[in-house]
């Protein structure tokens, strides 16, 4: 069975290069050079470069080459070939297809807004947008695949089957630097996007922290490369990923592999969704203020933390198991 992961994705790179390794005929494509991660994939057709006209034949071209070489096409973020008849056209043709649905793409305000107060979605996923592109996926195909239960109940009424699998990191490209009592503390939150991150919340916390006489340091990371970022959570004490959406993302996730005390807001009605030994300090916009002040308080407490999230990260999000969990999924297609 020959496998396809496209158009985007941090992880679809990561993942089909542990699915060739536990032999499945694996590939991964990016249509945008535009994807700060387009770089991992094994094809790139950097759609983004080209005038429009010729765009749409490029991928017209793709399509009709990928459609005779794959089996089984993988899509992630909701996204597709771009063509009103392309998932049907695949379906009549008897290829298996599975959607990979990642956050903003899928998630309701008005579901959302039940059981979150803190709730920020992305406005130009409309709710009308959202119901669009879900229906025309669902149409065609049964099996879905989502990171968490957040995101589990936004998509249950559309499809036949839905997956849940933890997001993917390969830890063995993490070395962790365990924070040490002793030291000045490092707080660093890193929003790819400021609004649905929390970032206002986070700053207003970091000054009433500065005025209360805390010593620490805070950086607020943005405009960076990815590899550049990276060395600035290697020197991080405590990091702060999303405060709104209820649920953790790829930033907390890298800062458990480094071995860093990770501070996100997990929805209370989820907490046992998760594994029992979670480890991400629970904190929302209106208890972040005392959540950083208890950890910049308690240095004792960072190392011990730290070493909980690398084991968390080992055990439940390393590449290879998560590739294991996709291959029993594909196999019931």
């Known amino acids: 069975m020959r496998v396809l992961h496209l158009p985007s994705g941090s992880d679809i790179g990561l993942i089909t290069k542990q ?103 992305k406005p130009e ?4 947008l959202i119901e669009k592109y879900v229906g025309r996926l669902s149409k065609y195909i049964d099996h879905c695949i989502v990171p968490d239960y957040e995101l589990k109940e936004y998509v249950e009424p559309y499809y036949k089957h839905v997956h849940v699998v933890p997001r993917a990191i390969d830890v063995s490209k993490y070395i962790p630097n365990y924070p040490k009592a002793g030291t000045k503390p490092t707080i660093v939150h890193a929003p790819s996007n400021p609004e649905i991150k929390g970032t206002k919340y986070v700053l207003a916390a970091v000054n009433k922290l500065k005025k209360e006489g805390l010593n620490f340091e805070f950086k607020l990371v943005q405009g960076l490369s990815h590899q550049e970022a990276q060395k600035v959570y290697q020197d991080a004490t405590i990091i702060v990923d999303q405060l709104c959406i209820g649920s953790f993302a790829n930033l907390a996730m890298e800062g458990m592999a480094l071995g ?9 009605d989820l907490v046992n969704t998760y594994p029992h030994d979670l480890p991400i300090v629970n904190a929302n916009p209106d208890s972040l203020f005392d959540v950083l002040k208890m950890l910049i308080q308690q240095p004792e407490q960072w190392e011990k933390i730290g070493r ?5 990260v080992e055990k439940y999000h390393h590449v290879p198991k998560v590739a294991q969990q996709l291959i029993q999924i594909y196999k019931k297609l």
């Open 19 to 121: 699915l060739r390794q536990l032999g499945l005929d694996a590939t991964s494509c990016t249509f945008s050079s535009s994807d700060i991660y387009a770089y991992r994939a094994d094809i790139q057709l950097k759609l983004n470069e080209l005038p429009p006209t010729r765009q749409k034949k490029e991928l017209h071209q793709f399509f009709m080459k990928a459609m005779k070489e794959y089996d089984l096409f993988h899509f992630h973020f909701g996204k597709t070939f771009n063509s009103k008849n392309d998932l049907k056209i695949l379906k009549a043709k008897g290829k298996k297809l599975i959607a990979h649905h990642r956050g903003s793409e899928v998630r309701k305000l008005s579901i959302a807004k039940k059981n979150n107060p803190f709730i920020v979605v």
């Open 125 to 128: 996923w409309t709710e009308d």
């Open 260 to 268: 860093k005390p990770v501070v996100c807001y997990i929805r209370g």
């Open 308 to 312: 909980q999230g690398r084991a968390y």
